[in-house]
Structure formats: structure tokens, C-alpha cells
């Protein structure tokens, strides 16, 4: 799950960049970036908690 989070790291904030982009210009490429890392982040967040969760489990 980690690594899916370090992939979302990229992906989520070109994505958002894109879409603000075209949608609402360059303002909303910035919205949109911010955006999608703040939600990268949290993905990334979540994976290494729940990892590291199941580790200390064995």
C-alpha cells in the first residue's frame, strides 16, 4: 500500500493540475495540485499506517 501512495505522490497532483488547469485556468491548476497532493498524502498516510499496523501485528 505504501507504494501505491509514493505512485498516487505523482500521479494525484498532475491530474489535479490538469483538470484546474482546463477547468478554471491557473489558479485552478494551483487549487488543483494542492489538491491532489493534500489527498496523495493522505493515501500515502493511511498505507503506512495500516502497514506498519500489520507488521507490529505478527
Do not use: Q
Not at 17 to 38: C, M, V
Not at 51 to 58: Q, S, T, V
Amino acid at each position: 500500500m505504501p507504494v501505491i501512495g509514493c505512485l498516487l505522490l505523482i500521479v494525484l497532483p498532475l491530474l489535479g493540475l490538469t483538470a484546474g488547469g482546463f477547468l478554471w485556468g491557473a489558479e485552478g491548476a494551483k487549487w488543483g495540485a494542492g489538491i491532489g497532493f493534500t489527498l496523495a498524502i493522505a493515501v500515502f498516510g493511511g498505507g503506512s499506517y495500516a502497514f506498519i499496523k500489520g507488521m507490529r501485528g505478527r
